[in-house]
């Protein structure tokens, strides 16, 4: 299995010091209960250049390989430059390994290798600690398993431990935000099967052929390169490019907004497809992937308070953004995990039934009513006509204040189902019981069998405003995994629930179920392809 091809100033560090600053920082490294493993400095440790302390500071820092100097993202590479070979330095937040000069994450086998073996260690550990405690039982199995396992644990990682599909992607700097969206999309049901199935080809793509840029085709090579069995990380540096000439505007290595990439990237596929730019054109829909998978309509009721006449609109939407009540639900000063029995935590379905209730409108948004044909005072009331195969809900967790010229964000935890009923939300539900719970059937609506969803991702942002990470978490099988960059693991369900979701991705059980019989036949294939790609 090929790794990345190393830079230059790691292929000579390890010319010149082979694994020798690896092993200096290994008691250093502390594995976390989330699965990440992070370097365990002093509270009073700082930048070499800055005064500000580490748990202070709103930057990330980096302890050099061959000095152990810590220099925070604004003085690394200034550490370099006056150091001539300490170009290398690991995020004491995330151990991974990072080179100065290029201004970039760099992969090394033996540098993953010691990370998962204390990793393993870490958990072993507790195995032992519980096993001593009394739980002799399921305790003592997981501690021989962990024993038996931790003589290939490279290989356990790479080959045998995850589901075809899940891999890593490198970060290119400050390319969370895109990493984070990506490992969903890929593993959204129609999207997935849509190309793995051939139905935008890159070789047969006519934009590609007269040398134009194609973002459906940089990411057909994306989910080959996802399917194709191979577990090393993955660059999806020319994704990041075709995005960037699309969005010039956000052509930056700063961190960006997920949920704005997120609208950037299936409006990207969806011009490139060659379909209508109009979603809407003569009551016929638009047939790009993008809208079949993500597409749904949203209906407007405007109800004159004086006359009670109602006035109703149609909006079509990729995804619904959600407001978040930040009086309730904050984490615990002192230990950073959400009171998840608290009756004051946010719930999503609290913030559907904000979104779908009805509010009267201001004195300053008085509207036109033709039955008294003057402007009056009305209440608005917003409910899904149609629901799309996949649900995308955006959490609204950062909040921009005009008046004070002032940003901030949101750290309330969010309590959310895994399985998930709209039905209480659809325009019949909605109406019906605005008119006393009658019942009413509208044209296309069907029954609610559509309604029912089951969750598949989480984005999640952790940190502040302006320094924050995003990283994805993915039903697989069952099973969570935690999808952090170019690290993949295997979480526990507690840990989802107890994360700073940011935005939620259902699938229609309908559609999930649909999915996996056609992925069953497009896995034959590819096993016939890859015949060592275990599916």
């Not at 991974?96 to 958990?123: A, I, N, R, T």
């Not at 990470?469 to 295997?490: F, M, P, Q, S």
């Amino acid at each position: 299995m090929k790794h990345p091809d190393p830079c230059n100033h790691l292929s000579d560090y390890k010319l010149r010091h082979g694994t020798d600053g690896y092993k200096s920082l290994q008691n250093m490294f502390t594995p976390l209960n989330d699965g990440r493993i992070k370097i365990k400095l002093q509270e009073t440790t700082r930048c070499s250049h800055c005064s500000v302390p580490h748990h202070h500071s709103s930057k990330r820092l980096y302890i050099c390989l061959i000095c152990q100097t810590v220099s925070c993202s604004s003085h690394l590479l200034s550490h370099a430059r006056s150091n001539k070979g300490h170009d290398l330095a690991v995020d004491v937040e995330r151990s991974e390994l990072y080179c100065s000069s290029c201004v970039d994450q760099v992969y090394d086998p033996d540098f993953d290798g010691l990370l998962v073996s204390k990793q393993v260690l870490g958990s072993l550990s507790v195995a032992v600690a519980s096993d001593g405690a009394g739980g002799c039982g399921v305790r003592s199995s997981k501690k021989r398993r962990l024993l038996a396992d931790s003589q290939f644990l490279v290989d356990r990682r790479e080959k045998w431990s995850y589901p075809l599909g899940l891999r890593g992607l490198n970060n290119l700097g400050s390319t969370c935000f895109m990493n984070a969206v990506l490992q969903a999309l890929v593993h959204a049901p129609p999207l997935r099967n849509f190309w793995l199935s051939g139905q935008h080809n890159r070789d047969l793509c006519p934009r590609r052929s007269m040398g134009l840029l194609c973002l459906p085709c940089d990411l057909d090579v994306i989910f080959s390169a996802m399917f194709s069995g191979d577990r090393t990380p993955y660059s999806p540096a020319h994704l990041l490019y075709s995005w960037w000439q699309h969005s010039t505007n956000l052509a930056t290595y700063e961190q960006q907004d997920s949920h704005e990439f997120f609208i950037s990237l299936l409006d990207c596929i969806h011009e490139n497809e060659g379909k209508s730019k109009c979603l809407y054109k003569d009551h016929e829909e638009c047939q790009c992937i993008t809208h079949r998978a993500f597409s749904g309509l949203l209906r407007s009721d405007v109800t004159c308070t004086t006359c009670g006449s109602t006035s109703t609109t149609y909006d079509p939407f990729i995804d619904i953004s959600l407001t978040l009540d930040s009086a309730k639900g904050t984490k615990s000063r002192n230990s950073g995990e959400p009171s998840v029995n608290s009756p004051m935590m946010p719930t999503l379905s609290g913030c559907l039934d904000l979104f779908t209730r009805s509010e009267k409108l201001g004195p300053d948004q008085k509207l036109n009513c033709r039955s008294c044909g003057v402007k009056r005072e009305s209440s608005k009331q917003m409910s899904i006509r149609r629901l799309p195969p996949l649900l995308c809900l955006h959490v609204k967790r950062f909040e921009h204040s005009l008046t004070r010229k002032a940003s901030r964000k949101i750290d309330s935890y969010l309590q959310y189902p895994f399985r998930l009923n709209m039905s209480p939300y659809l325009s019949s539900s909605i109406i019906g019981k605005r008119f006393g719970n009658r019942v009413f059937a509208f044209d296309g609506e069907g029954e609610h069998d559509g309604s029912e969803f089951e969750i598949f991702a989480v984005v999640t942002h952790s940190g502040m405003l302006a320094s924050g990470h995003y990283v994805t978490y993915l039903r697989l099988k069952g099973l969570w995994y935690r999808c952090d960059d170019a690290w993949i693991n295997e979480v526990e369900e507690e840990v989802v629930r107890g994360c700073e979701c940011y935005m939620l991705f259902y699938a229609q059980e309908r559609v999930v179920q649909k999915a996996h019989k056609e992925l069953s036949y497009q896995v034959i294939s590819m096993a016939d392809a890859f015949p060592f790609v275990d599916c």
